[in-house]
């Protein structure tokens, strides 16, 4: 049985390859994922090894609100005096003196602009002395209040020297300072992980960083010689109290590398959703592959059971086959993903000043996971053909090598119990009982009840769509080969529909939040003009508040309404709050209606908040709410009014003296600007640019720009989106080249009839690439309704997230038809052309 298995399988490696490469995509993918991951995380390790090696303990203030991504780092509370006495009261301690070091200094270049950032954070310091791990390569360390320090990696990226002038933007409006020295890193580093740093005079880093004198971000500890770290460190907490981390100099070194893996995270995310889909549609590849194998091998099946193979045995000779295919599929798999993952780890670490690529790692996670990915999923998809193989009668060996038809009661029982569940689903969430969770939960089972249901389908739909072809013979008989095998027809379609249908199901999600956010803008935006930054973190810009006090007085200026942005634990959960400088003017200019309460004015100890946050929360106008600012205690605020949802100012607004002294910057982060009656435009937003020109992270925008901005956004996940709809057609093409060169096979002696009795060469290509189009073109057709109906449940339960407005991708939904045809053309060519080229008498003799 082994070796009629292993004559099987070398008999048919063409066909067999076809479908294992769905498999390669999909290990290349996951596998690429963990190298880059594996060798980028062991470059990131290096570069931090040892960034604080100078420091044997280091004490701060656990932060008061959780960060909530990377990009926006949580502030943590300053230590005083009385801290660091304590600390240096502790038994095994030699030396306790505080540290000046957070993120948020920001260098201006000559040109007037933010010097781009080298892949790691920006941070403002004190000068902590020359050790091993730093040197000053040329200069001295900030002396007076007017110079600073920077590292070699930004000097290098604003071509600084010694004795230039830099401006810097801190929590406070930019100040010039004068370079007096430049400083690198052990190694000849320039920066550790693409770092940039400033470093001030002990006062100025004070106040410009933590917003006082007298202060600092933490204690640097020196041990006693002898002195065990692990004891002092429980002194440490027990002199000290709760509220303190202690850390060693390594810890500090792994929490900062952590920070700077974010992008790993989400690269590898983004491969594995490639992967995923690579394997959803691969599954149906297969599990095609081998039942048209299965149906072409009937009578040889036929005659092992005749001659005393066992069930078992036929079973065991399908499942030996598709193990084989998936490993060798998995090891080329693997290596293309160690490819991948080469060339990925260099262009990310590329991205990031300074870091140098360790050597090309290969976890052992990675070649389980590949092998384990790429054998399993072969092995369960080809488990059914192996079922059905095992079924077959010893009487089957008269009779012809086609498989007869079931009808498949199981599968539509199937098919439909799980569409009507994933249908229930749908309507809970779209209905509200469920929310969004409920919508999402619901796709899966939808999905693979379609799926299930597709072989009920495509006999009338083909026969529709072969009716576009129907007006010459060859479209004819194309039409007629598309539908004689349905349920074959449908899981090669199957493989086209999944893709295509989650394209449309995510760019109809996307579509329908622009369009939401844009007709909100028009509607409520009353701004002529707008200054603020790129999307990002709330404090990744600032605005000089006493460039705005001048704007407010210029000729042609109305009325002039800032907001700064920051995050707070409201509540016991993290998210973005807001505050207005004049809450009086921002709801003019925003266009914002009241929905409950009173939200004319903004007293103190009052929020007010849009609808679906208080609906989120359980909370109505009168309730109470506990809100934990950046810094500060936490104060409990009483609702005053909410006001309707809009995608210019959704949230928590808090007052504006409370966020001066709990934010972590004191400076508005966006501007709007209402025009007088007829003022010129374009001469007003010159003057405003020119006013702000010393706040260089914002730009002055019209209402159009700020629409296009906000669509920008948008256009990038779409791009992500024909990415993820690429891997999926070039699987489809391989799964109508398997099928029709296997379909060929099976027909070669009608064929050899139909050219005896005068179908031409070319005759016969376009049957072949009808019969493909036709398959290709229903898959996207239910792919597009399915993607249709599952993006418009999605994006009606996101009412909540400001989604109002259902909109479809039209523009988008017919590329994907074209692009349909086109896969089936292209599909078609290699089986067409050996179609075409059968030695008729050859054909015709076949028994």
């Known amino acids: 049985m082994l070796t009629a298995t292993l004559k099987s399988l070398f008999s048919r490696k063409l066909r067999l390859v076809l479908s294992g490469l769905a498999i390669v995509l999909a290990v290349m993918f996951v596998s690429g994922a963990m190298v880059i991951k594996d060798t980028l995380n062991r470059s990131i390790d290096a570069q931090f090894t040892g960034a604080y090696e100078d420091i044997d303990l280091y004490v701060e203030h656990r932060p008061k609100v959780s960060a909530g991504t990377a990009d926006d780092p949580a502030a943590v509370p300053a230590v005083d005096a009385a801290d660091i006495a304590k600390a240096a009261g502790v038994p095994g301690v030699a030396r306790a003196s505080g540290l000046v070091l957070a993120e948020g200094a920001r260098a201006v270049g000559k040109d007037g602009k933010i010097v781009p950032g080298t892949g790691g954070p920006r941070y403002g310091g004190s000068w902590r002395g020359e050790s091993d791990l730093i040197k000053l390569r040329s200069g001295h360390e900030p002396r007076a209040a007017g110079e600073v320090a920077v590292n070699a990696g930004l000097a290098k990226k604003a071509g600084l020297k010694v004795g230039d002038s830099i401006g810097v933007l801190t929590n406070e409006p930019r100040r010039t300072f004068t370079v007096a020295g430049v400083f690198g890193y052990s190694g000849q580093r320039d920066s550790v992980g693409g770092e940039q740093t400033v470093i001030f005079a002990e006062p100025v880093a004070q106040q410009l960083m933590l917003g006082r004198t007298g202060e600092f971000s933490g204690v640097r500890i020196s041990l006693a010689p002898g002195a065990s770290a692990a004891q002092v460190t429980q002194a440490l907490d027990r002199e000290l109290g709760d509220g303190y981390d202690v850390l060693t100099g390594r810890e500090l070194a792994e929490k900062a590398s952590d920070k700077a893996r974010g992008i790993l995270d989400m690269m590898g995310m983004l491969l594995l959703g490639f992967a995923a889909v690579a394997v959803l549609v691969g599954v149906f590849l297969i599990v095609n592959t081998f039942s048209i194998i299965v149906a072409q091998r009937m009578r040889e099946l036929a005659l092992l059971r005749a001659l005393g193979a066992s069930r078992r045995q036929m079973i065991g000779s399908v499942l030996l086959e598709s193990f084989a295919v998936g490993l060798v599929s998995s090891a080329l798999g693997l290596a293309a993903g160690i490819g991948i993952g080469a060339l990925g780890s260099d262009l990310l670490a590329g991205s990031t000043d300074g870091l140098k690529v360790a050597s090309l790692g290969v976890p052992a996670s990675a070649v389980v996971t590949a092998f384990a990915v790429g054998i399993v999923t072969t092995m369960l998809a080809a488990l059914a053909p192996a079922l059905r193989a095992s079924k077959v009668a010893p009487l089957a060996v008269i009779r012809s090598s086609a498989a007869p038809q079931g009808r498949h009661r199981k599968q539509t029982w199937t098919g439909a119990a799980l569409l009507a569940l994933g249908a229930l689903l749908l309507v809970l969430g779209s209905t509200g009982a469920g929310g969004v969770s409920a919508i999402l939960l619901g796709v899966l089972p939808a999905f693979v009840g379609v799926a299930l249901l597709t072989p009920l389908l495509s006999g009338p739909a083909v026969r529709w769509l072969g009716a576009l072809f129907a007006r010459s013979l060859p479209g004819r008989l ?28 995510i760019s109809t999600v996307a579509v329908s939040s622009e369009e939401s956010v844009t007709r909100d803008i028009r509607r409520d935006l009353r701004a002529d003009l707008v200054a603020m930054g790129e999307a990002g973190s709330a404090n990744s810009a600032a605005i000089d508040p006493a460039a705005l006090t001048r704007i407010a007085r210029e000729p042609g200026v109305g009325n002039v309404a800032a907001a700064a942005m920051d995050s707070a634990t409201v509540g016991k959960d993290t998210q973005s709050v807001a505050s207005w400088q004049d809450w009086s003017k921002a709801r003019e200019v925003l266009g914002l209606k009241g929905a409950g309460g009173s939200v004319d004015t903004l007293a103190a100890g009052t929020v007010v908040m849009n609808e679906s946050t208080a609906g989120n929360r359980g909370l109505k106008v009168g309730d109470s709410v506990r809100v934990q600012l950046q810094r500060g205690e936490a104060r409990t605020y009483r609702v005053a009014g909410l006001f309707a949802d809009s995608a210019l100012a959704n949230g928590v607004v808090v007052p504006w003296a409370d966020a001066q002294a709990g934010f972590r910057s004191k400076q508005p982060s966006q501007a709007y600007f209402q025009l007088a009656k007829g003022a010129d435009t374009a001469q007003v937003r010159s003057r405003i640019e020119s006013l702000l020109k010393d706040s260089p992270e914002v730009t002055v925008q019209t209402r159009d720009e700020v629409i296009d901005k906000f669509s920008g956004g948008f256009a990038m996940m779409l791009a992500v989106v024909q990415a993820l709809l690429a891997v999926a057609m070039l699987i489809a093409v391989l799964g109508i080249v398997n099928t029709l060169a296997l379909s060929i096979l099976e027909r070669t002696r009608e064929m050899g009839a139909l050219r005896a009795i005068g179908l031409s060469r070319g005759q016969t290509v376009r049957m072949i690439m009808t019969e493909s189009v036709v398959i290709s073109l229903f898959g996207a057709v239910l792919g ?28 988008q939904m017919l590329a994907y038809l074209i692009g349909a045809a086109v896969v089936g053309v292209i599909a078609s060519l290699a089986p067409a052309r050996r179609g075409a080229r059968l030695n008729v008498l050859a054909a015709i003799s076949q028994g």
């Open 478 to 505: 194309g039409r007629g080969n598309s539908a004689r095998n349905p349920r074959r027809t449908a899981i090669t379609a199957s493989a086209m529909m999944i893709g295509v249908a989650l394209v449309t199901a």
């Open 784 to 811: 597009l309704v399915v993607g249709a109906v599952l993006g418009l449940a999605v994006a009606h339960g996101m009412k909540d997230q400001g989604v109002t407005r259902l909109s479809l991708p039209w523009g």
